[in-house]
């Protein structure tokens, strides 16, 4: 046997237990395939064959009195592959979580909140027609003028409205976005860039007003992690100038980078897609929480291609804990995205799989 051959062999063995664990991740769940074109309405609906899939918003509003605050809404939906031929409406066949935070720098802290249910009885679910998706009196839902968000949470209220402005953005490859180099480590992806917000929120004993910018993301998938991965860094960014900007890296757990991706549309309308090479996440400040001791890079430098921004937190401490539900811990934040100390956009910055490796 040659030595090129007995490396080979070598490599292989080595990736045995790497390609069962994909196997296992696999059974039973379709693969996200290049050839699936996205189509409209149907794929604002929930997909539920596959195995994990997300609403997710984050947006920045003014209050009454002109200030700054983040908001942020995520429904998931989970399908675990167990009692599926269980007849019994109890049978957790899918299962919805949610998460909602607001961040106020009055309050140095988010205020969030979550759910968890299993589908069933009309107390939670997930529409496939449309963008219906509720958990008890949580909901978000796509109607003929946008996104009504209903969230009566612990302590705050969220009651708002999400215009369209722009077209649907395809991230990666028209809607098929690579989170990695090997079969099925992909996902179904669209954004919705500039959406107007609207509405009212209570906290604090108070009921206003407020208006600003958000960004929805609807991604899908049966595969979405490498069983090396810790978890992820993204950031969604809407610019000043009309243009939309998002960008992720999926770490390893020996800290180096596995895949990265992203897709900018300029403000005429153009779409360019990155390649893994083009992205680049730079820590440039840390923060430690006081709660958990988990260390996040909530300052970083993003590069896209020849796009150069700094991405500064609108306040440091915008840590979710969301292991009554998801099991998670996180970093969720409102950033400022700046170039040569001005600011080019808002947005956020999410970081996850550094307190544990992230699990779906």
């Known amino acids: ?16 237990p790497t390609l069962a664990c994909a196997a296992r991740a696999w059974a039973g769940y379709p693969e996200v395939r290049r050839s699936q074109a996205l189509v409209f309405p149907r794929d604002h609906g929930a997909h539920p064959q596959y195995r994990t899939e997300w609403w997710y918003i984050t947006g920045w509003v003014k209050d009454a009195r002109g200030g700054d605050l983040g908001v942020q ?3 998931f939906r989970n399908r675990p592959g167990v009692q599926e031929d269980n007849p019994s409406a109890f049978a957790p066949k899918q299962l919805l979580f949610a998460h909602a935070a607001v961040a106020d720098p009055q309050l140095g802290r988010l205020r969030h909140d979550q759910r968890a249910a299993r589908e069933g009885l009309g107390l939670a679910g997930a529409e496939s027609e449309t963008t219906r998706v509720w958990i008890e009196q949580w909901s978000l839902q796509l109607t003929p003028d946008g996104y009504v968000a209903r969230i009566p949470a612990r302590d705050f209220d ?18 098929f976005s690579r989170k990695g180099p090997m079969r099925g480590q992909a996902s179904h992806y669209y954004s919705r860039p500039h959406l107007a917000v609207g509405g009212m929120i209570a906290m604090g004993g108070k009921t206003f007003p407020v208006a600003g910018r ?12 490498a069983p090396e991965a810790a978890g992820w860094d993204w950031a969604g960014i809407n610019l000043a100038d009309g243009g939309a900007l998002m960008a992720f890296r999926i770490r390893g757990q020996d800290g180096n980078d596995l895949w990265a991706g992203g897709t ?3 403000a005429s309308r153009r779409v360019k897609v990155f390649a893994p090479g083009e992205i680049e996440f730079t820590p440039v400040r840390r923060w430690r929480s006081p709660r958990t001791q988990v260390e996040y890079p909530v300052e970083m430098r993003l590069s896209a291609g020849r796009i150069a921004l700094h991405l500064a937190p609108l306040m440091d401490d915008q840590e979710l804990d969301s292991r009554a539900s998801t099991g998670t811990i996180y970093w969720e934040g409102a950033v400022r995205a700046m170039q040569e100390g001005r600011e080019v956009g808002r947005g956020y910055l999410e970081l996850t799989g550094y307190a544990l490796a992230l699990r779906l």
Request: no cysteine.
């Open 1 to 16: 046997m040659s030595e090129q051959t007995k490396r080979a062999r070598r490599r292989f063995l080595l990736a045995l």
């Open 158 to 175: 969220l009651e708002l409205t999400f215009g369209p402005t722009q077209p649907i953005l395809l991230e990666g490859e028209e809607g």
């Open 264 to 266: 900018w549309r300029d």
């Open 73 to 75: 809404i995520t429904f």
């Open 214 to 225: 958000a960004w929805l993301d609807h991604e899908w998938s049966s595969h979405y992690l």
